[in-house]
């Protein structure tokens, strides 16, 4: 079993890029703990509540556990103390591997989400300092895409989804007052359906999530390999 923390600027962005990864992995029985930079509000159809709410749900739904540090949503910062906040996250769960959001966006809280992350990764192995839990160096640091640009993704490598995939529909569309009530944002389910789909066929399978790595990964064998 593997600790794993999936980071998302708010709710709702783990589900987007990578919840079937996230479901198939708590399958697996590995430990996935879900942090939510903010609590996504406010926006149209939302408040703090309803969108606790349907995080839960969504969570809940992945088969996981979720937290949130509570920074304010849109203007999110990259700072030492919100480093902090999330190496404390690290430490506490003892997490060797973290996802966090592609680093080129057009958000600005996720572009901040990315460098604090990144850094709290360095933070979190410190001794003599006052952060909770024992210090650990997370091992991998993977990208997903959760991106607000119009492009298509440049991963190095795609997470088999098959059969994850209505999960993952149905922990996005758990969030009512985002893609549900909001009619312009109907059709996103319609595109990350589609944009996994497509990255399926790149590697011959139904469904498929793409990441990135800065660092090489490395293989002990051609078994787990799709071919």
Request: hydrophobic share 40%; proline share 7%.
């Amino acid at each position: 079993m593997t600790n794993i923390i999936v980071v998302g600027p708010h709710p709702d962005d783990q589900e987007l890029g990578m919840g079937g990864t996230i479901a198939r992995l708590a399958d697996q029985g590995h430990n996935v703990l879900l942090l939510d930079m903010t609590n996504g509000e406010p926006t149209p159809f939302g408040d703090p509540e309803t969108r606790a709410h349907e995080a839960a749900a969504a969570a809940k739904i992945l088969g996981v556990e979720r937290t949130c540090i509570n920074l304010p949503n849109r203007t999110v910062e990259h700072t030492v103390a919100a480093r902090h906040l999330v190496a404390g996250e690290i430490r506490k769960h003892q997490a060797q591997i973290v996802f966090l959001p592609f680093f080129e966006d057009a958000h600005p809280d996720h572009r901040a989400t990315t460098r604090i992350v990144e850094d709290a990764r360095f933070d979190a192995k410190l001794t003599k300092t006052e952060l909770p839990g024992e210090p650990i160096y997370p091992k991998w640091m993977i990208y997903y895409y959760c991106t607000h640009l119009r492009w298509v993704a440049n991963p190095t490598f795609l997470m088999d989804i098959t059969g994850y995939q209505q999960r993952k529909r149905d922990s996005i569309v758990a969030y009512d007052s985002q893609f549900v009530k909001p009619k312009k944002n109907q059709r996103i389910v319609e595109w990350v359906d589609a944009a996994n789909h497509y990255f399926g066929s790149r590697i011959g399978v139904e469904f498929a999530e793409p990441f990135y790595s800065k660092e090489p990964m490395g293989l002990n064998s051609l078994d787990s390999m799709v071919i």
